[in-house]
């Protein structure tokens, strides 16, 4: 038998082929002697959300009921073989099982759209014109399957308690195996009633049921008629509204009757285990958009099958109302919420989707960009239109570049996760493939919030001042910026293993400090002594977070006492000196900076040692946690005195007390997991990222709300190293040093 070849699409922006899958009655009779796979590719053209109603309903009229697969390629070999139109093609074996469970599961011949087999893989220039039609399919399809992998005995009994719990029947759901004259009998049966009824699952006569139709015509998804969230309160409202939904449901006493003898801890843990842990279904990138389109969904594998949402609601009233936790909710959550909010026409850009699925997966990279396209809110153009004929590292720059000209900022090439990076990817452009959990607590704000920092200042050296779009395209391994060059990187700490408590952290900054130099020459004991206060306390939340009840039995009537702010000596005139060194531009401006560089904090004068000292202990206590108390509040004053005077009782009923100690907690961690301390040439203090190193440059770019880190190379160009909190440059006093003339304009062009 010869290889099957593909024809050609006669548009592959609009049509499909689907697989018309002969039925087998020995596989739907369970027998082990099956048949070959066998079918037919047939052309149809798509009911596409961007035609009219009209033109939709002509083709919804003529396109079969068929079943959309979601599943996980796995091993690429194609080791297994199904014949199409008499010619052989090879497929890998979880499409094969995947294609075998669909057959055994109908009722005769059924059509079926899978990637591998409808899509012609050699073909470069189809596959990117039906990466755009990829949405449209799974909404269009009657069902979409998702299919987990070979059965178990653990995930049969876990889709059987779902099953059982919500009610969520089917023939296969029986506990009895059935003879083969019954199960003959059933497919006879059902066979005769469809066929009466008209509606032709197996894809004769008039295409789908008026159900379906009305769902795929339903204006809702359109793209003319969706809308983009931008504002971060509407996200969270639809994130909130998807987990209220479910966690209000409740199950059918009789339903609950059949499954209250069973462990629902040790069942919750079976559940996160065989269907979510260990599926790398809920790893897979494409996911997102095969579940987030789809009207209808069903959990075929494992032998049964389930309902999406009768899935969702188990795990959820497990979870919150049974009090038997499943720790990997949140991947069910996450794609719930996308789901629901492209179906009700409600999309969040694509910057925010990629944060989303920060820990899925693709087998090709560039599919972390063209696996979101179809439910973005973004508008598309010529940056993201999908083309396989283009490598990973320009894929990755047109979509950073569409982020940039979006925003007007360079604040989306900050708060990536770097180690791991491509080596061939230029140093600016994020890496969408890594997990962006392992990255630093970004600095600025990636939900689409206005930065809590203004470092670029607020005039027009607060934007970046992009060149057009096909400049950008022609050149899209070097991005042109312009700022202000503050201080070289003299010192730094060592880095440190994520999993290090923040306490570990602190106390390797604190020895950086401690022998920078000069940096505390001229200064009395009680400097060091305060340092020394900064790391008992940061010491003592670190042991509090990290093994509370035994923190709580020996420390029951500890108190922090004589707080760092209690004991610095009084001086209204240096303390005010140092706030208008963390104030809007327009108070900086009253405030004339020293002529040559801007050492006035540093230089250890006799008339400005105090205020030396001050910058210091302040510097230091808020580069501990980036400035922030959290990511949406800077640090204050307020802040700093209860957080150095703050008692640590073992016990306490103070919901506003243990509210701070967490938001403290998760602070400090946030401020120093990932990143290292470090003191300028010219004194200046800051935390910086982890791949930093001495001699690197500290700047302030145009358009960036946050200062950086960069590398001269030889040739005079700049590698990006990543964003960095420097005490003192977060509010656009770079700006005021600029305008007093104390700091240059340079060209910096990344690479």
């Given at each position: 038998?010869?290889?099957?070849?593909?024809?050609?699409?006669?548009?592959?922006?609009?049509?499909?082929?689907?697989?018309?899958?002969?039925?087998?009655?020995?596989?739907?009779?369970g027998?082990?002697?099956?048949?070959?796979?066998?079918?037919?590719?047939?052309?149809?053209?798509?009911?596409?959300?961007?035609?009219?109603?009209?033109?939709?309903?002509?083709?919804?009229?003529?396109?079969?009921?068929?079943?959309?697969?979601?599943?996980?390629?796995?091993?690429?070999?194609?080791?297994?073989?199904?014949?199409?139109?008499?010619?052989?093609?090879g497929?890998?074996?979880?499409?094969?099982?995947?294609?075998?469970?669909?057959?055994?599961?109908?009722?005769?011949?059924?059509?079926?759209?899978?990637?591998?087999?409808?899509?012609?893989?050699?073909?470069?220039?189809?596959?990117?014109?039906?990466?755009?039609?990829?949405?449209?399919?799974?909404?269009?399809?009657?069902?979409v399957?998702?299919?987990?992998?070979?059965?178990?005995?653990?995930?049969?009994?876990?889709?059987?308690?779902?099953?059982d719990?919500?009610?969520?029947?089917?023939?296969?759901?029986?506990?009895?195996?059935?003879?083969?004259?019954?199960?003959?009998?059933?497919?006879?049966?059902?066979?005769?009633?469809?066929?009466?009824?008209?509606?032709?699952?197996?894809?004769?006569?008039?295409?789908?049921?008026?159900?379906?139709?009305?769902?795929?015509?339903?204006?809702?998804?359109?793209?003319?008629?969706?809308?983009?969230l931008?504002?971060?309160?509407?996200?969270?409202?639809?994130?909130?509204?998807?987990?209220?939904?479910?966690?209000?449901?409740?199950?059918?006493?009789?339903?609950?009757?059949?499954?209250?003898?069973?462990?629902?801890?040790?069942?919750?843990?079976?559940?996160?285990?065989?269907?979510?842990?260990?599926?790398?279904?809920?790893?897979r990138?494409?996911?997102?958009?095969?579940?987030?389109?789809?009207?209808?969904?069903?959990?075929?594998?494992?032998?049964?099958?389930?309902?999406?949402?009768?899935?969702?609601r188990?795990?959820?009233?497990?979870?919150?109302?049974?009090?038997?936790?499943?720790?990997?909710?949140?991947?069910?959550?996450?794609?719930?919420?996308?789901?629901?909010?492209?179906?009700?026409?409600?999309?969040?850009?694509?910057?925010?989707?990629?944060?989303?699925?920060?820990?899925?997966?693709?087998?090709?990279?560039?599919?972390?960009?063209?696996s979101?396209?179809?439910?973005?809110?973004?508008?598309?153009?010529?940056?993201?239109?999908?083309?396989?004929?283009?490598?990973?590292?320009?894929?990755?720059?047109?979509?950073?570049?569409?982020?940039?000209?979006?925003?007007?900022?360079?604040?989306?090439?900050?708060?990536?996760?770097?180690?791991?990076?491509?080596?061939?990817?230029?140093?600016?452009?994020?890496?969408?493939?890594?997990?962006?959990?392992?990255?630093?607590?970004?600095?600025?704000?990636?939900?689409?919030?206005?930065?809590?920092?203004?470092?670029?200042?607020?005039?027009?050296?607060?934007?970046?001042?992009?060149?057009?779009?096909?400049?950008?395209?022609?050149?899209?391994?070097?991005?042109?910026?312009?700022?202000?060059?503050?201080?070289t990187?003299?010192?730094?700490?060592?880095?440190l293993?994520?999993?290090?408590?923040f306490?570990s952290?602190?106390?390797?900054?604190?020895?950086?400090?401690?022998?920078?130099?000069?940096?505390?020459?001229?200064?009395?004991?009680?400097?060091?002594?305060?340092?020394?206060?900064?790391?008992?306390?940061?010491?003592?939340?670190?042991?509090?977070?990290?093994?509370?009840?035994?923190?709580?039995?020996?420390?029951?009537?500890?108190?922090?006492?004589?707080?760092?702010?209690?004991r610095?000596?009084?001086?209204?005139?240096?303390?005010?000196?140092?706030?208008?060194?963390?104030?809007?531009?327009?108070?900086?401006?009253?405030?004339s900076?020293?002529?040559g560089?801007?050492?006035?904090?540093?230089?250890p004068k006799?008339?400005?040692?105090?205020?030396?000292?001050i910058?210091?202990?302040?510097?230091?206590?808020?580069?501990?946690?980036?400035?922030?108390?959290?990511?949406?509040?800077?640090?204050?004053?307020?802040?700093?005195?209860?957080?150095?005077?703050?008692?640590?009782?073992?016990?306490?009923?103070?919901?506003?007390?243990?509210?701070?100690?967490?938001?403290?907690?998760?602070?400090?961690?946030?401020?120093?997991?990932?990143?290292?301390?470090?003191?300028?040439?010219?004194?200046?203090?800051?935390?910086?990222?982890?791949?930093?190193?001495?001699?690197?440059?500290?700047?302030?770019?145009?358009?960036?709300?946050?200062?950086?880190?960069?590398?001269?190379?030889i040739?005079?160009?700049?590698?990006?190293?990543?964003?960095?909190?420097?005490?003192?440059?977060?509010?656009?006093?770079?700006?005021v040093?600029?305008?007093?003339?104390?700091?240059?304009?340079?060209?910096?062009?990344?690479?």
């Open positions: 038998m010869s290889d099957y070849i593909y024809q050609p699409l006669k548009n592959a922006t609009e049509d499909i082929r689907l697989l018309k899958l002969t039925f087998d009655i020995r596989q739907a009779l027998r082990a002697n099956v048949n070959p796979l066998v079918g037919q590719l047939k052309n149809y053209s798509l009911p596409l959300t961007t035609l009219s109603k009209r033109q939709r309903m002509l083709r919804v009229a003529l396109l079969p009921s068929f079943n959309a697969l979601s599943y996980v390629w796995g091993n690429p070999a194609r080791t297994h073989e199904i014949t199409i139109d008499n010619k052989r093609l497929i890998t074996g979880n499409l094969h099982k995947a294609l075998r469970d669909i057959q055994r599961d109908a009722i005769g011949d059924v059509y079926v759209w899978a990637d591998a087999i409808c899509i012609c893989q050699d073909d470069l220039t189809e596959r990117s014109a039906q990466i755009l039609l990829m949405r449209e399919v799974y909404h269009a399809a009657s069902d399957r998702i299919w987990l992998g070979s059965p178990t005995e653990e995930g049969r009994r876990c889709l059987k308690f779902i099953a719990l919500t009610g969520n029947y089917g023939p296969e759901e029986s506990d009895m195996v059935p003879s083969e004259e019954s199960k003959f009998e059933e497919i006879f049966v059902e066979g005769l009633l469809i066929s009466t009824a008209g509606i032709v699952r197996t894809g004769y006569g008039f295409g789908q049921s008026l159900v379906e139709i009305t769902d795929v015509l339903d204006s809702d998804v359109r793209d003319d008629k969706a809308e983009m931008l504002d971060p309160d509407a996200i969270l409202s639809l994130h909130h509204d998807t987990i209220q939904t479910l966690v209000e449901w409740k199950p059918h006493s009789r339903h609950f009757k059949t499954v209250q003898d069973e462990d629902f801890v040790f069942i919750a843990n079976l559940i996160d285990h065989e269907l979510i842990q260990s599926c790398t279904w809920f790893e990138m494409w996911v997102v958009q095969e579940l987030g389109a789809s009207n209808n969904a069903s959990i075929l594998g494992y032998g049964k099958s389930v309902n999406w949402e009768s899935f969702l188990a795990v959820y009233f497990l979870n919150y109302s049974l009090a038997a936790p499943v720790n990997n909710i949140r991947k069910l959550t996450g794609l719930e919420k996308i789901r629901q909010g492209w179906n009700n026409g409600k999309r969040q850009p694509l910057r925010d989707l990629i944060r989303e699925c920060r820990y899925r997966n693709a087998t090709d990279p560039r599919d972390n960009i063209f979101l396209l179809g439910m973005m809110g973004d508008t598309m153009n010529t940056f993201l239109m999908p083309d396989y004929t283009k490598s990973v590292s320009e894929v990755y720059a047109n979509a950073t570049f569409h982020f940039i000209e979006q925003s007007g900022s360079l604040d989306p090439l900050c708060g990536w996760q770097s180690l791991g990076r491509r080596e061939q990817l230029p140093s600016w452009i994020p890496d969408y493939s890594l997990n962006q959990d392992l990255a630093a607590s970004p600095l600025v704000p990636i939900d689409g919030r206005e930065s809590i920092f203004t470092a670029s200042g607020h005039d027009h050296r607060s934007k970046y001042m992009a060149l057009d779009q096909q400049e950008l395209k022609h050149f899209w391994t070097h991005l042109p910026t312009s700022g202000l060059c503050i201080d990187i003299a010192m730094l700490s060592d880095p293993p994520e999993d290090v408590p306490g952290i602190e106390h390797m900054w604190h020895s950086t400090i401690s022998s920078s130099g000069g940096l505390l020459d001229g200064f009395t004991k009680d400097v060091q002594s305060y340092l020394e206060d900064i790391s008992s306390v940061v010491s003592m939340y670190s042991k509090y977070w990290g093994s509370l009840d035994q923190f709580s039995k020996h420390l029951q009537s500890v108190s922090i006492k004589s707080p760092l702010t209690a610095l000596p009084k001086s209204s005139k240096s303390t005010d000196r140092l706030s208008k060194h963390s104030q809007s531009t327009d108070q900086l401006a009253r405030f900076p020293p002529t560089k801007p050492s006035l904090y540093f230089e006799k008339s400005d040692s105090f205020l030396h000292a910058y210091i202990l302040d510097a230091y206590l808020q580069s501990l946690l980036c400035g922030r108390i959290s990511t949406t509040e800077r640090l204050t004053k307020d802040d700093i005195q209860k957080f150095m005077s703050l008692n640590l009782p073992a016990d306490t009923a103070d919901p506003e007390r243990e509210s701070f100690l967490a938001k403290v907690c998760n602070a400090l961690g946030a401020g120093m997991t990932r990143r290292c301390m470090a003191v300028t040439k010219e004194g200046y203090i800051g935390a910086i990222p982890q791949e930093a190193q001495q001699g690197d440059l500290i700047c302030v770019l145009f358009g960036c709300s946050v200062p950086v880190v960069l590398r001269k190379r040739g005079g160009e700049y590698l990006f190293i990543g964003e960095c909190y420097l005490h003192g440059f977060m509010d656009s006093e770079a700006i040093f600029q305008v007093k003339g104390e700091f240059q304009v340079q060209k910096f062009v990344l690479c």
